[in-house]
């Protein structure tokens, strides 16, 4: 087990909602992603945050916006919910920003 | 063993067999690559990682290896056991717009007893 913990485990929303997702990082790194991953589809990047900056964008829309704090832990946030953001979010963290990303358990969002 | 040349979506084996998956990626410039497994419900675990001045790297039971002439990884999976079946995914690590992993097409494990 890594030491990314991410909550909450699901989450049901109605389309039209706002959801956070929150993600604590393992100790000693700084640096944390998000991925959407589609049932049966390999993790897609969403953004990238590097000491409480954002770092990097995936092709996802401006209602997918995130936050990263002092202590490392990060928030992603998606406003206007589609459909479509149905998925298990992932976040990694690594200890670099071009090291190995180590994986959390994910939340999984059902949007109805 | 159980060896593809090109990448399938699913691999079964049986218990004791050695298991080679394989991958594409599509970046020349992609330095770093990892291969995941991820269990039904869980997120991805890190199995091993190799860079590109590498070609070969062994871990427990497992080797990866890098021909980047084809841009191609494989992953090799010595004495397979069923706690091994999962489905498996190769990640290069892009330096665009922050450092992203981009991640193949997964391979489904199955090893029967």
């Known amino acids: 087990e890594t030491g990314v913990t991410q909550s909450p485990t699901h989450l049901i929303k109605t389309r039209g909602q706002q959801v956070t997702l929150r993600c604590s990082s393992q100790?000693?790194?700084?640096?944390v992603s998000w991925y959407q991953q589609a049932l049966g589809q390999g993790p897609q990047f969403i953004f990238q945050y590097y000491r409480e900056e954002e770092n990097g964008r995936g092709n996802f829309p401006p209602r997918f916006s995130g936050l990263q704090f002092p202590n490392y832990s990060s928030e992603l946030n998606v406003n206007a919910l589609e459909l479509d953001d149905s998925a298990l979010y992932l976040c990694a963290s690594s200890s670099r920003i071009a090291d190995t990303q180590y994986f959390g358990p994910g939340t999984r969002l059902t949007v109805l | 063993g159980e060896s593809v040349g090109l990448h399938l979506p699913t691999l079964s084996v049986q218990e004791g067999d050695n298991s080679i998956i394989n991958c594409a990626y599509s970046?020349?410039?992609?330095?770093?690559f990892i291969w995941y497994k991820q269990e039904s419900g869980k997120g991805p675990q890190f199995i091993i990682d190799?860079?590109?001045?590498?070609d070969k790297r062994q871990g427990q039971r497992v080797t990866v290896l890098l021909n980047k002439t084809v841009k191609h990884l494989s992953l090799q999976i010595a004495a397979t056991q069923p706690g091994d079946s999962a489905v498996y995914f190769c990640?290069?690590?892009?330096?665009?717009?922050?450092?992203?992993?981009?991640f193949g097409k997964g391979t489904t494990l199955s090893v029967s007893s």
């Open positions: 970046n020349s410039a992609s330095d770093y």
């Open positions: 190799i860079r590109s001045n590498m």
């Open positions: 100790s000693g790194h700084n640096t």
């Open positions: 990640a290069e690590l892009l330096h665009q717009a922050g450092t992203a992993l981009i």
